[in-house]
């Protein structure tokens, strides 16, 4: 299968880099029907991401994001493009939130499910 890496460094905290990564998961299940779980930690986070085809992660870090994502046979095809595509949105919200112009002190809307610490992970529900 092919695999899709990204690494973007920032200066946003883990607390904006959290906010960034809950608006990118959003996107991610509105655009690409994805299922997303967040797993929130002390020092980091994880989302990770699946659907048909695709399954992968985003470590969330106070300096950097790493994505990796693992490409199914039938969408293999369309890596580069796939790849373009999740590199333009994430960057465009990186951009926005480090200008200060996307982030605002209220969290957004939360969709994807949600976990602390060590806690088992729940699956967001499909809308």
């Not at 460094?9 to 880099?17: F, I, P, R, T």
Request: aromatic fraction near 6%.
């Amino acid at each position: 299968m092919p695999d899709i890496r990204i690494h973007r460094d920032h200066q946003l905290g883990l607390a904006k880099a959290r906010k960034v990564a809950w608006q990118w998961a959003e996107e991610a299940e509105s655009k690409f029907d994805m299922s997303c779980t967040v797993i929130e930690g002390e020092t980091s986070d994880t989302i990770e991401f699946t659907r048909s085809g695709v399954n992968g992660r985003l470590i969330v870090a106070p300096d950097h994001f790493d994505l990796d994502a693992k490409l199914g046979f039938l969408l293999g095809a369309f890596s580069r493009t796939i790849e373009t595509q999740i590199e333009e949105a994430l960057d465009k919200l990186l951009a926005k939130s480090q200008a200060g112009a996307g982030v605002t002190a209220a969290a957004p809307r939360k969709s994807a499910a949600r976990t602390a610490g060590k806690t088992a992970a729940k699956t967001a529900p499909k809308k």
